[in-house]
């Protein structure tokens, strides 16, 4: 006998749970589904990544491109900014490591930009004049969808750029302001019109004055919170977004030597890692709680640690002077901070004020039947509009998480409530897919493709200037990347099913269109469920008025 020179990774099939009512008295039969990937799940701005990665597979890069800007119209932004909760929930994560969606969205997007591809779209007849206030990533993303729901759009902007806290709030070492002013620039191309230098005092007035049909007020959180710490006024502080701006626009605040930010969140990262940048032999973060409680994400303390940024974790300021603080040290019980009577003195030339950031939404206040939160927030209702019929609200102004990713989602689900509301016919959104978890996957082959990681600056590079850290991925490597996507939940015509079926009861409908049963020769015996990777079949109770006779 010939021994056998390789090893067969498909398992073989599970008879012994499926014996009982197949063959002729069937009692089960498969069914083609489509189940919610948990990437599609995780992404705040509600892109279908799934369906996009394919066409990627394929090499269809523009395709891939026109689905994502469906539901987000900046991936060259969002490829840098975001912080891709979507790779937290891949199933992939399970065997190696997850697929770096964020860095194939980049690539896409760069990719548009090299290549200036046009957004596709048909305009609904029928449209209306819309204002919205505010150029952030909520309002610019809600101008985007409004127009190609077929509205006419102009945006009302305080500041002299669009782009809001992506300009002002992003150091351009992750987002350089080239790419975002292509994004921005291509939605203005689509005929929304922006009014820059114009800052919206009295809502109603300016939608009487222009005709406007709705509005949809997005103004961000510019404003930093006010702390009371004794002693502030002898001593040099700056609030972070304060300083972050100045830097921007060109200005070189004097920080001196010795930094101190005072915040745990992705802000005070950010400000220490400018603070090295422009000079700071050393910055410091203070920060109350520990590293496992810190609002910042992970990825950015490591990069702020790697540049020589220093973290004193569970310590407060309690008093300041010219050229110290007095901070005390904490403990965590439950998760909170609680002060232990331990004090201690760093010396620092200046103080960076990192403590979160509110919304000026006074100019609201006289708007009858507006709302709002003890924070400052605005109520709205679950169509994002006000209580006042016609105004609606999104972004940082409402309570949510606050990130671009967000922002950008609130957007799109705003311009489709927005032309419900104009339409006299409300927006209902369809239900979702179950979601297929790892354990739901039936992977019978056996695979070890580590994630592409992107190029980096050295450190000393990095601290030297302002250029980008990250680099894009090759198309090769973009390519790489979108294959090692498991495509879960989703049939990718592997022709698992269509090999394993003993009963040749599965008919090829051809390339894109999948397959189907002839349910003539199908026993039930659950062999093409049990061969499908990504859980594309499921096994259900076989129709009664169908059943088959023994």
């Known amino acids: 006998m010939m021994e056998r020179k390789y090893k067969d990774l498909t398992s073989p099939a599970d008879l012994k749970s499926h014996d009982t009512g197949t063959g002729p008295d069937r009692q089960q039969r498969p069914d083609y589904v489509d189940l919610l990937p948990p990437c599609n799940h995780a992404c705040p701005a509600g892109e279908n990544i799934q369906a996009w990665l394919a066409l990627a597979q394929d090499k269809k890069f523009e395709e891939a491109w026109q689905v994502i800007i469906e539901d987000n119209p900046m991936p060259a932004v969002m490829g840098r900014a975001c912080y891709h909760p979507c790779e937290d929930g891949c199933n992939r994560t399970f065997i190696d490591s997850p697929v770096s969606i964020h860095a194939i969205e980049r690539f896409l997007g760069d990719e548009a930009i090299r290549k200036n591809w046009k957004v596709e779209f048909d305009k609904k007849p029928g449209g209306k004049r819309v204002l919205v206030v505010g150029a952030g990533p909520s309002g610019l993303s809600t101008a985007y969808h409004l127009t190609r729901l077929g509205h006419s759009v102009e945006i009302h902007e305080a500041g002299p750029i669009a782009g809001g806290m992506m300009h002002f709030g992003i150091p351009a070492y992750r987002l350089p302001r080239s790419i975002l002013d292509h994004e921005v620039e291509r939605i203005l191309a689509m005929g929304v019109k922006i009014v820059l230098d114009h800052k919206v005092e009295n809502v109603l007035k300016e939608k009487k004055a222009g005709g406007f049909d709705a509005v949809f007020i997005a103004v961000g959180a510019h404003l930093s919170k006010k702390i009371d710490i004794p002693g502030m006024d002898t001593g040099k502080f700056l609030d972070a977004i304060a300083f972050l701006k100045q830097v921007e626009e060109g200005e070189k605040p004097k920080i001196g030597r010795r930094v101190a930010i005072y915040g745990g969140g992705n802000t005070a990262m950010d400000a220490a890692r400018t603070a090295k940048r422009m000079g700071a032999t050393e910055a410091t973060i203070i920060y109350r709680r520990d590293q496992k409680h810190m609002p910042a994400h992970e990825f950015e303390a490591e990069e702020a640690l790697e540049e020589g940024v220093k973290i004193n974790w569970l310590r407060t300021i309690k008093a300041m002077d010219e050229e110290a603080f007095t901070v005390e040290?904490?403990?965590?019980?439950?998760?909170?901070?609680?002060?232990?009577?331990?004090?201690?003195?760093?010396?620092?030339?200046?103080?960076?004020?990192?403590?979160?950031?509110?919304?000026?939404?006074?100019?609201?206040?006289?708007?009858?039947?507006?709302?709002?939160?003890?924070?400052?927030?605005?109520?709205?209702?679950?169509?994002?509009?006000?209580?006042?019929?016609?105004?609606?609200?999104?972004?940082?102004?409402?309570?949510?998480?606050?990130?671009?990713?967000?922002?950008?989602?609130?957007?799109?689900?705003?311009?489709?409530?927005?032309?419900?509301?104009?339409?006299?016919?409300?927006?209902?959104?369809?239900?979702?897919?179950?979601?297929?978890?790892?354990?739901?996957?039936?992977?019978?082959?056996?695979?070890?493709?580590?994630?592409?990681?992107?190029?980096?600056?050295?450190?000393?590079?990095?601290?030297?200037?302002?250029?980008?850290?990250?680099?894009?991925?090759?198309?090769?490597?973009?390519?790489?990347?979108?294959?090692?996507?498991?495509?879960?939940?989703?049939?990718?015509?592997?022709?698992?099913?269509?090999?394993?079926?003993?009963?040749?009861?599965?008919?090829?409908?051809?390339?894109?269109?999948?397959?189907?049963?002839?349910?003539?020769?199908?026993?039930g015996c659950a062999i093409c469920y049990e061969q499908c990777p990504c859980h594309a079949i499921e096994m259900i109770p076989e129709p009664k008025n169908l059943r088959l006779c023994p």
């Open 329 to 523: 040290v904490m403990r965590l019980e439950e998760g909170r901070p609680v002060p232990t009577g331990q004090f201690e003195t760093l010396e620092a030339d200046t103080l960076i004020l990192a403590v979160g950031q509110d919304t000026d939404t006074g100019f609201l206040k006289n708007v009858p039947g507006i709302g709002f939160n003890k924070d400052g927030t605005v109520i709205v209702g679950p169509d994002m509009m006000t209580g006042h019929e016609g105004i609606f609200a999104g972004g940082d102004m409402v309570p949510s998480q606050r990130s671009v990713t967000v922002a950008i989602g609130h957007g799109k689900k705003a311009a489709r409530h927005i032309d419900g509301f104009l339409r006299s016919a409300s927006y209902n959104k369809p239900p979702k897919h179950p979601i297929v978890g790892h354990e739901r996957l039936q992977l019978w082959y056996n695979t070890t493709a580590p994630q592409k990681e992107q190029a980096s600056l050295s450190v000393q590079k990095r601290i030297e200037s302002f250029d980008e850290i990250k680099a894009g991925l090759s198309e090769e490597e973009a390519l790489f990347e979108s294959q090692r996507c498991l495509s879960c939940g989703n049939c990718f015509e592997c022709d698992g099913c269509y090999a394993a079926c003993p009963e040749d009861a599965i008919i090829k409908l051809g390339a894109g269109n999948r397959y189907e049963y002839d349910f003539d020769r199908c026993t």
